[in-house]
């Protein structure tokens, strides 16, 4: 079986309400193709926390899983210091 490369994504916790699950809010700047303007994307991503260690204001770098529920296709690997 191949080993697929899986996508890795670096937020913001801004919810962990549920249990073994936190909200990340990932911001992208992105440029317009026409007018040069930059402009930023927000996303929300449900994300796995198996162990309930991350908290609001914590900056996380999770990545792509199978699915673990109807929403849930991310997995927290770790808290980055910054």
């Known amino acids: 079986m191949e080993n697929k490369h899986k996508r ?4 913001t916790v801004v ?7 936190i909200v990340v809010k990932v911001v992208e700047s992105r440029m317009h193709p026409k007018y040069q303007k930059r402009y930023q ?3 929300k991503f449900k994300v796995h926390d198996q ?3 991350y908290h609001v204001g914590d900056t996380v770098m999770f990545e ?4 673990l529920s ?3 296709r991310w997995r927290a690997i770790k808290k980055v210091n910054s």
């Open 8 to 11: 890795t994504f670096q937020g």
């Open 15 to 21: 919810s962990d309400k549920m249990e073994k699950t």
């Open 41 to 43: 994307v927000r996303r």
């Open 51 to 53: 162990k309930n260690e």
């Open 64 to 67: 792509e899983v199978r699915p």
């Open 70 to 72: 109807r929403e849930k």
